[in-house]
Structure formats: structure tokens, C-alpha cells
């Protein structure tokens, strides 16, 4: 047998670990396609690997190639039945103070005051049935917002379509939003009326009637144990609600690195499952009749299951939670057929199954981190336990050095596995992460959620307080860490975007390497090191422009993004920033510094190109002769042809945002002006829809039948107005797309929990 037949039948074990990968290689052609495909394009893959399968002799490596390329074919069909069975309308044009009525699904409470309201089978006046999405979300800014989950509502709203990427290639909350059939998003300022109480029509209606019921009791008697934020957090760590913690909380948790913490987890599921689990097996096994007699180990197991899925249930079911559930059902399942709880295996069949059953799932940022975290943490273990012998019972004094000891292994390990997917999705590094982790995780661990399960346990005999205060006392302990760690110089690195060839080289290289069992896992930390040379090297847009065009940024001497003054979308400009690797806040890249301002528009060089920013008439003609790149707030009128790019309101309202390069080539000294699109990037896919002409789709053009106002000129006096102008002073003058920013915020917030 050649050397080559030996390494492939030492590795024959670790082919099965491979099929989740498969699976979400073809679920990751599928969303890369520039066009959606019809169902039976979607399925001609799948019938040519069969048939290539099927001419192949069964037990060779072509068998297992085979095999290979039906699970991969296989994700792109079913990722194709996901998109059609999720189908539903989606929004095209911005409604404004339109009347929205329908049922309560989920309520989530937002600081400073209000909710956010998921509203399914809603009817909105003056659209047709077959046009009105599935589910809306509406953020009430009223205090008076007193809505529950089943109550039928009727409320005034402005609607947009759900938000487009800020720039080309960034997050787009369309997609997320269209597989949970979510059509339209905006916000009201009334409180809603409250017109009685939906009658369930289903036993699935009446279960999620019936939960929330549970959990809107919970949270009631959690807020009246722990007034304040601090049981917003032990409401977020039991039911996963998440909207009471403020801003300045999250951010601490995000910047020391403990931000897992606050969303409902595998390590929370762990915690509370594996509590009943060793509760019930000391218990049985301290009565030498059961331990004699009984599988008490099964048993506990087999509580073990009933108390996730409990959590489950009252956690809200959503998919990170489900995503954690499943695991412990498998690492459980698995002590019920006598096979080892912890092994790549099970890592393996949970991500398939997801896979199966959601493909969305592979572009969730969660998801990627939360398996790649767990696999590096399982792989290692296996790895460490050959090396060191498990069977020696360590002294007391290293029982502690071990307990430590871990907790510094497995955030080291995990920071390092999810490290391309932080970069790649969120552009950020927590530097203090294993200080921070040293010091909350034992606290989470052995006060935070023990006290938890007691203060459940007891709930129902009204005595809660007993689990809820030692609970509030952990919470205390872990909020005082966020906020240290997450102070101190440098807890958090801003990196710019990488390529996605570096990012798929870091992933397949580290999957490479933690899957395989034979020196050819060594490959793969050649692709991790290609990668991380390919990743410097994104190129950065010289300018952006938002959809709207009242936020335009160009690149100053420096190389920073500075934005024009003026009334701007801040939601955009920060995750331009945050693209960029860059700590500044909107409001500080807000300066204008690159750009010379007058009453009429801006003016900017970069890279020895003129760019010119028109915001009334009387500047068009002079910038059509002079500039390099013109951006209009108007259409582009007849004749304007010297400029090399021209983008107006049209162009925007059909492509979104903008990234323009500036490339040098060595045939002219005057730049190659290069347009990418967030429509170019995103393709024809059914999240995609072109938006239709109507009242507020388009921006309203800045036209004014008087002649520039005096102090033209004056950059000081301009920006001064700008930022007046920026203030709303009524209802009527909010900017409707703020809803969608809200939305896409959150979204944002929520990804990779």
C-alpha cells in the first residue's frame, strides 16, 4: 500500500467530521451567486453527483470525493428550498404615518424608554394583502408602550424596507431579515392601542401564547427582586432578553471581551443543564439502593435534557439559543447510548443538523464563532489528554492551578479560533479578553448562574429572592470587571477589513488543522499564515458615499475618512469607520476637514482628483466643468461631461451606497476613477428588490428657487447651519429611515451572540 493509501486510511475516521464542511460549501456557493437561481438549476447539481456517485465502485477515495460533492450540492439545493419556503412580501417603498394593525409576537424592551415590537399577519392601510409582509418591527419610542406578546394592536407608523448595506460588501440586515420573514421595519412615537387579546387558533399559537405569558411573569418578578440594571442583566442571562442594558454596559462587556456573557449560550446552557445533571446523579448515588440498582448517570442525562429544553422555552427560542439547546441535547444524547460526551463527533452531526435545517446560518456570525470556538476547545482537549495523564488525582493546591489553568487555556484557544471571524464581521480585538475572563468566568460559574437555577427552582413558590439576591451580588462582581478591563489603555483593537481570500484561507487552513489527525494537518498552518500575509492588503475606497448623499466621506492626507458637515446618516458613518479599522467616533470624522464648504456644496482633492459635492443648483454648471467626481443631491443634467463619475440622487436610489478607488496607472498622471455598488455586491436576489418610484422612496433633492443664501463661502457658518439643520424640531422632520438604522443597529449588536 503506497504512502499516500496509509495517511488517507489513517485519517478515515475524521471523514465524517468533514460533511458539516461540505454541507456549508455549497450552502456558501449558493449565496454567492450574482443571480438566484430557479429550483431546478438549484437542483442540477445535486442529480449530476448522484449520477457520478453511482459510477463510482464503493469503499475508494472516488466513492468518498463523491460523497463529498453530493453533501456539497446538497447545501445548495436545500439552502434554494429554505429561500422559497420563507418567502413573503417584502416592503419597496418607505410608508410614512401609515396605520398598522395585528398581533404581538415578541416584546423587547429598549432604554432609554419604549419597545420594539415583532408584529405578525399585520395589515397596513392602503396595501394590498398580497404586499403586506408577514412580520413588521416597530420601535415605539413612547414610555406609555405597554403591549404584550398576543395582543392585538393598532398603531401609526412610518415603514421602510429593511436596511440596505452602508457600503458595498458590509452587513446586509435585508437578508438576515428576510429568512425571518421580516418585510418592514420603522419606528412610532404613540403608544400603541391595545384592542384585545388575539384568540390562538393553533396549538402552536397558543404554545408561544402560553410562553410568553411565562416569561413577561419572570421578568416581573426578576425586575421587583433586582431593580435596575442589574436585573436587566440576570432578565437577559435567564430569558435572553437583552433591551434593558444600556449602551454604556454593553460596550464594557464588548470591550473586555465578556460580551458572550450576556447573551444565553452554550456556556450558560452548559452551566445550568450540567447543574441538574451532577445535582440529580449526587443525589441518586447517595442512596446506595438507586446506585446499586438504578443508571443514574442515564437518568441525570435524561433531566439533564428536559431542563435545556425548559430553558429553551423560556429563553424565546431564538437561534443562538436553539443553535446551544442542541449541543447539550447531543453531549446528553450521547451518555444515553454510552458514547463519549465531548468529541468532534458531536461537534460535527449539531453543525450539520443546523446546517440542514437552516443554511442562513453559515453567513451568522454566532454561529461561525460559536462552532469555531467549540471545535478548537474539543480538539485541544482530546490533544491535551493524550499528553498528559488524566488518571493522576492532582493535590489540593493544584486542583486550583488546574481550575485557573483551563480558564486560561480555553480563552486563549477560543480568542484565537474566532479571531478571523471578529475581523472579518466586526473588525475588533479584545486585548484584556483572558484577564477579564479569569476574573468573571469563576463567577459565573460557581454564584451567577447556580443561583439562577435556584432562584427558577424556587419561583414558583414565590421565594425567588433566595436564588435572585447571591445572583445580583455575581452580576455586581462581573459588571465591575467589564468596566475595568474594558477601561483600561488599549482593551480594544480596531482592525480594518480583510480580504475575503484571507479570510477563507484562515478558516479552511484552521479547519484543516484542527480535523485531521496525521502530520498533513500541517497544511493548514501554512494556509492560516498565507492568510494572515494576504490580510494587510485590502484596498480601501478613497470615497463613500451614502445612499442618501447627504454623507459623503473622502480620504484625507492621513489616509482617515473625513466626512462632509452636514446633516448625515450616523448609523453609516460609524460602520464605514468601523470597515476602515478605525476608533473615531461619527462625530469626530464628522470635522470636514478634507473638504473646502460653501452655502452650495463642498469641495475635496484627493489623490490629485477633484471631488466636488453640489448640494443646491447654482454650483452644478461650475462643477461639471471643474470636477473629477461630482455627487449631486439632484439629477444629473444634460451636458455635464467632464467629470470622469457622476453619482446623483437616481444612481443612488437604484445602487445604495457607493465606494469609488482612486487607481493610478502609469498611461495618465490623472486617476481611473473605479465605482463599486452595494446593488453590484448584493446582486438580483429576492432580499434585494429594486425599490419602487413613489412618495418618500426618493431623497428630496435640496433645489431652491432662491439664489445662495449670503456668507457663501464661509465653511464655519455652513457647518454651524448643517449642524442646526441636523436637529429635528418635530415629528414630521425625523428622518424615516432612522427606523431602519435602529433596526440594522441592533441587528448588528445581536450578530455573533
Not at 409576537?105 to 395589515?123: F, H, Y
Not at 450576556?262 to 445550568?272: E, N, P, T
Not at 435572585?468 to 475595568?484: F, R
Request: some cysteine.
Amino acid at each position: 500500500m503506497s504512502q499516500a493509501a496509509l495517511l488517507i486510511e489513517a485519517e478515515r475516521q475524521s471523514f465524517f467530521l468533514w460533511a458539516p464542511v461540505c454541507l456549508g460549501s455549497g450552502i456558501a456557493a449558493y449565496f454567492a451567486l450574482p443571480e438566484e437561481p430557479s429550483l431546478p438549476v438549484a437542483f442540477a447539481p445535486l442529480g449530476i453527483a448522484l449520477i457520478l456517485r453511482l459510477a463510482v465502485r464503493s469503499g475508494t477515495i472516488a466513492a468518498t470525493m463523491m460523497m463529498a460533492l453530493i453533501l456539497a450540492a446538497a447545501g445548495f439545493a436545500i439552502t434554494k428550498v429554505r429561500v422559497e419556503t420563507v418567502r413573503a412580501p417584502v416592503l419597496t417603498k418607505a410608508l410614512h404615518s401609515v396605520e398598522v394593525t395585528g398581533t404581538v409576537t415578541m416584546v423587547e424592551a429598549k432604554l432609554p424608554r419604549g419597545q420594539r415590537l415583532t408584529i405578525a399577519n399585520p395589515s397596513i392601510a392602503g396595501l394590498a394583502s398580497t404586499d403586506t409582509p408577514a412580520v413588521v418591527r416597530i420601535r415605539t419610542m413612547s414610555s406609555k408602550s405597554l403591549a404584550a406578546p398576543g395582543d392585538r394592536i393598532r398603531i401609526k407608523a412610518n415603514l421602510s424596507p429593511p436596511a440596505k448595506p452602508a457600503l458595498p460588501g458590509g452587513f446586509d440586515y435585508a437578508r438576515t431579515a428576510w429568512f425571518e420573514s421580516v418585510g418592514a421595519v420603522g419606528y412610532a412615537f404613540a403608544a400603541p392601542t391595545i384592542e384585545g387579546h388575539a384568540d390562538p387558533n393553533s396549538i402552536v399559537q397558543w404554545y408561544r401564547r402560553t410562553i410568553e405569558d411565562i416569561r413577561q411573569a419572570i421578568a416581573a418578578r426578576i425586575r421587583a427582586a433586582l431593580p435596575g440594571e442589574v436585573g436587566e442583566i440576570a432578565l437577559a442571562l435567564i430569558t435572553g432578553e437583552r433591551g434593558g442594558i444600556t449602551t454604556e454596559t454593553n460596550n464594557a462587556f464588548k470591550n473586555s471581551g465578556l460580551f458572550h456573557i450576556l447573551s444565553i449560550s452554550g456556556l450558560h446552557m452548559v452551566i445550568a443543564a450540567g447543574a441538574v445533571f451532577y445535582s440529580v446523579r449526587l443525589m441518586l448515588a447517595a442512596v446506595p439502593r438507586f446506585a446499586l440498582t438504578m443508571p443514574i448517570k442515564k437518568i441525570a442525562a435524561a433531566l439533564g435534557i428536559i431542563s435545556a429544553v425548559a430553558y429553551l422555552a423560556i429563553s424565546g427560542g431564538q437561534f443562538a439559543t436553539v443553535r446551544s439547546a442542541l449541543m447539550i441535547f447531543i453531549i446528553f444524547g450521547s451518555m444515553l447510548l454510552d458514547r463519549p460526551a465531548l468529541a468532534l463527533r458531536n461537534v460535527a452531526l449539531a453543525a450539520f443538523l443546523i446546517l440542514a435545517i437552516y443554511p442562513e446560518s453559515l453567513l451568522d456570525a454566532g454561529f461561525q464563532m460559536s462552532f469555531a470556538a467549540v471545535t478548537a476547545l474539543i480538539a485541544s482537549h482530546e490533544w491535551l489528554s493524550r499528553l498528559f495523564d488524566r488518571n493522576r488525582k492532582p493535590s489540593p493546591v493544584m486542583h486550583v492551578v488546574i481550575f485557573f489553568g483551563e480558564i486560561i487555556a480555553s480563552t486563549l484557544i477560543a480568542s484565537a479560533a474566532v479571531a478571523p471571524f471578529a475581523a472579518y464581521n466586526f473588525h475588533q480585538s479584545q486585548q484584556y479578553a483572558v484577564l477579564a475572563n479569569m476574573i468573571a468566568i469563576p463567577i459565573c460559574n460557581l454564584i451567577v448562574m447556580p443561583a439562577a437555577l435556584i432562584a427558577m427552582v424556587l419561583m414558583p413558590f414565590g421565594l425567588q429572592w433566595i436564588g435572585l439576591v447571591p445572583m445580583g451580588w455575581g452580576i455586581e462582581g462581573m459588571t465591575w470587571c467589564a468596566n475595568k478591563v474594558g477601561a483600561l489603555p488599549g482593551a480594544v483593537g480596531h482592525l480594518p477589513a480583510i480580504p475575503e481570500l484571507a479570510f477563507v484561507l484562515m478558516i479552511v487552513g484552521g479547519m484543516w488543522f484542527l480535523l485531521w489527525r496525521t502530520r498533513i494537518r500541517l497544511l493548514g498552518v501554512a494556509l492560516v499564515i498565507a492568510g494572515l500575509l494576504i490580510a494587510p492588503w485590502m484596498p480601501r475606497p478613497d470615497i463613500l458615499i451614502g445612499q442618501k448623499g447627504l454623507l459623503v466621506a473622502v480620504r484625507d492626507a492621513s489616509g482617515k475618512l473625513s466626512a462632509a458637515p452636514g446633516k448625515s446618516t450616523k448609523y453609516d458613518l460609524e460602520r464605514w469607520l468601523e470597515y476602515d479599522g478605525d476608533s473615531r467616533s461619527g462625530k469626530d470624522a464628522k470635522t470636514g476637514d478634507a473638504f473646502s464648504c460653501d452655502a452650495v456644496g463642498c469641495i475635496a482633492h484627493v489623490k490629485g482628483a477633484t471631488v466636488a459635492v453640489a448640494r443646491h443648483p447654482a454650483s452644478v454648471t461650475d462643477d461639471c466643468l471643474n470636477a473629477d467626481v461630482l455627487i449631486l443631491d439632484l439629477p444629473k443634467p444634460e451636458g455635464c461631461a467632464v467629470p470622469r463619475a457622476v453619482v446623483d440622487v437616481f444612481d443612488r436610489w437604484r445602487n445604495g451606497a457607493y465606494a469609488l478607488y482612486l487607481d493610478q496607472t502609469d498611461d495618465s498622471p490623472e486617476p481611473h476613477v473605479r465605482l463599486e455598488t452595494v446593488a453590484a455586491h448584493r446582486g438580483q436576489r429576492p432580499w434585494s428588490v429594486m425599490p419602487e418610484r413613489g412618495a418618500g422612496t426618493l431623497p428630496k433633492p435640496r433645489i431652491l428657487d432662491a439664489p445662495p443664501p449670503p456668507g457663501a463661502g464661509t465653511v464655519g457658518q455652513v457647518a454651524k447651519t448643517a449642524e442646526a439643520d441636523s436637529e429635528p424640531r418635530s415629528s414630521a422632520e425625523v428622518d424615516p429611515g432612522e427606523g431602519v438604522e435602529q433596526e440594522a443597529d441592533d441587528a448588528n449588536a445581536d450578530d455573533g451572540q
